[in-house]
């Protein structure tokens, strides 16, 4: 009987010591502070990275310059390297170093055109007056303008939005085969067949 009420003993004074250690560990009015989730990984972050942002649906068709449109494409402009080719195969293309046009200039005004600095190609010389500006196509990411165009340079951004801008004679309007890519309004592209170049912006005097 002695034995039987020593053991209940113990283990009343043993729950009563474990009640105390967690009022211990817990003071009263302790609050609970939320557990913040880990920063997502790189690897997330890399993924979140080419979704686009804007997936509007692209303009395909003919309008004419925008303002700012307008704004960064007038001026005199160098080739300055070769940026790529799209994936469809030209033979005029000059593979795999694009045509030799490094260092020629383009002159783009609002009422004057001048490609006729591409000395080593007759055939992409034109001086236009009055010449007529077209967009012809504006993408809002990357995504859009590849599958339209079949182009996937590493200048373009997945976010970045492209416009493509044709020249045309003043009459009768007969295109010429030189191109333009316009992005962000802070990067043009001249694109002649199916090879691409970098263009930078010269000043009068023929400096950067």
């Avoid at 020249?167 to 067949?193: M, Q, R, T, Y």
Wanted: with cysteine; hydrophobic share 40%.
């Amino acid at each position: 009987m002695i034995t039987r009420l020593g053991m209940i003993l113990k283990i009343s004074i043993l729950a009563v010591c474990l009640a105390g250690c967690s009022q211990a560990a817990e003071p009263a009015g302790a609050q609970h502070v939320p557990v913040t989730p880990a920063p997502p990984s790189e690897h997330a972050k890399q993924e979140e990275n080419l979704i686009p942002l804007n997936t509007s649906e692209p303009f395909i068709g003919r309008m004419e310059l925008d303002q700012a449109t307008e704004e960064f494409i007038y001026g005199t402009w160098k080739v300055d390297k070769l940026l790529g080719f799209a994936n469809s195969y030209n033979d005029a293309s000059e593979y795999p170093t694009g045509q030799d046009i490094i260092g020629d200039e383009i002159v783009i005004h609002q009422d004057y055109f001048s490609s006729k600095g591409l000395e080593g190609y007759e055939a992409y010389q034109y001086e236009l007056t009055n010449p007529r500006y077209s967009i012809t196509q504006r993408h809002y990411n990357r995504d859009s303008f590849y599958r339209v165009n079949k182009l996937d340079l590493p200048i373009i951004g997945i976010n970045d939005e492209m416009t493509v801008i044709d020249i045309a004679e003043a009459s009768p309007g007969l295109g010429i085969p030189l191109g333009f890519l316009d992005v962000n309004h802070s990067k043009l592209i001249l694109w002649i067949e199916a090879a691409t170049f970098e263009l930078i912006r010269v000043d009068e005097s023929g400096n950067k």
